[in-house]
């Protein structure tokens, strides 16, 4: 375990859960950190979108300051980031790449690109689309950390040159995330903002099972869903569920579905932190396939893969409550035991000793 640290992030957001993945993926990690005795300060670009659905505003495990822009980022904060150990700049970040040489040039520790969207990063990167990241910054990073793994790391070194790319995987917060009692309200339940690539598989293994099972009780929790969608009358609607809600709706489930972007099921080893949250709720999942998976959660034992709405529906109308639960149980023992976020900060500590040459300790306890 490396001496404490002090960690400045410059990320999308870790106030505001709507409408994106990063907070949840922050507020893990940070207070995984927190925990591990490392002082972490949370630079985030002032957003109206987000000031207006902020359910996090003063995270209790690291310091929070909204900035208007990179000259304000600049003259404020100039000190901060020169004398922090470890700095890190998120994907999605407004004005990414000035921010990117920004760091790069004021920074004294460690630097880290953190990319909680590495499959559409490397889509726009072909495309010449250089939104919050380019080919002639990421060189100048010690850390590429990718939210994808296997041979996706390869590639960002060999065709962009990052020193070391190495995953980091989302996490979840066992102390938000554990089984509860209480009435079981759905049969299938998803959670997701809508997203056009997403649509046809939650189609698939959700909206034509409750078709086809008129009994049964479906919810399909996010935002931003067209409004000409057809809804079949047994699939509830949620718009936005805050993450104090989320352990709550998993638990009210009897099998929870996971549906998995485009891009990210082209690159592979891209588990997204739905699947960690449901799982350490106990709550037996459903997934698409995609190459890695396995290597995340054992199939069939420690979930359900499948791209067949029959293979759905005799899931929800055959397996017994016992089988059920022992998928559930399986599932939330691997993730406490490798993907909480005081594993993830661990893993953190491990990429940092090695950008400083210091030898790599096991990890314990967590």
């Known amino acids: 375990m490396l001496r404490p640290m002090t960690v400045v992030v410059l990320g999308l957001t870790v106030t505001s859960s709507w409408g994106n993945g990063h907070a949840t993926t922050y507020r893990a990690l940070l207070k995984g950190m927190a925990a591990r005795g490392h002082s972490i300060h949370f630079l985030e670009c002032d957003k109206p979108w987000y000031a207006a659905h902020r359910d996090l505003p003063r995270p209790g495990y690291c310091d929070v300051t909204l900035y208007d822009g990179l000259d304000e980022l600049a003259e404020r904060h100039a000190a901060l980031v020169r004398d922090a150990d470890l700095v890190i700049l998120g994907s999605y970040v407004p004005d990414g790449v000035e921010v990117a040489r920004w760091v790069q040039a004021t ?88 997203s056009p690539d997403r649509q046809p598989t939650l189609d698939r293994l959700l909206i034509q099972p409750a078709r086809a099972w008129a009994r049964g009780g479906f919810i399909v929790a996010g935002p931003q869903y067209p409004a000409d969608i057809d809804w079949p009358s047994n699939v509830e609607r949620v718009e936005h569920l ?76 055959d397996t017994t409550a016992g089988h059920a639960r022992a998928i559930g149980r399986a599932a939330r023992k691997r993730v406490m035991a490798s993907h909480t976020g005081w594993r993830r900060a661990a893993e953190l500590e491990s990429y940092v000793a090695e950008v400083r040459g210091m030898p790599v300790l096991a990890v314990s306890g967590g």
């Not at 020193?163 to 209480?182: I, M």
Request: charged fraction near 25%; aromatic fraction near 12%; include cysteine.
């Open 107 to 194: 920074a004294e520790g460690v630097t880290a690109f953190y990319d909680i969207d590495t499959p559409v990063t490397l889509a726009k990167l072909e495309r010449g689309d250089h939104e919050y990241v380019s080919p002639e910054v990421i060189p100048g990073f010690d850390l590429y950390l990718s939210f994808t793994g296997g041979p996706t790391l390869e590639r960002l070194e060999g065709a962009y040159g990052a020193r070391r790319a190495r995953v980091l995987y989302c996490s979840v917060d066992p102390e938000g995330y554990y089984p509860e009692l209480g009435p079981v309200r759905w049969d299938l339940g998803y959670l997701g903002t809508y």
């Open 242 to 317: 805050p993450p104090s809600e989320h352990r709550r709706f998993y638990n009210a489930q009897r099998f929870t579905l996971n549906v998995t972007r485009a891009d990210m099921i082209a690159a592979g080893w891209s588990p997204s932190v739905r699947l960690f949250e449901a799982a350490a709720c106990g709550v037996p999942i459903i997934s698409d396939p995609w190459d890695g998976l396995g290597t995340v959660f054992e199939p069939e034992r420690e979930i359900l893969i499948t791209n067949d709405p029959e293979s759905v529906q005799r899931w929800l109308r």
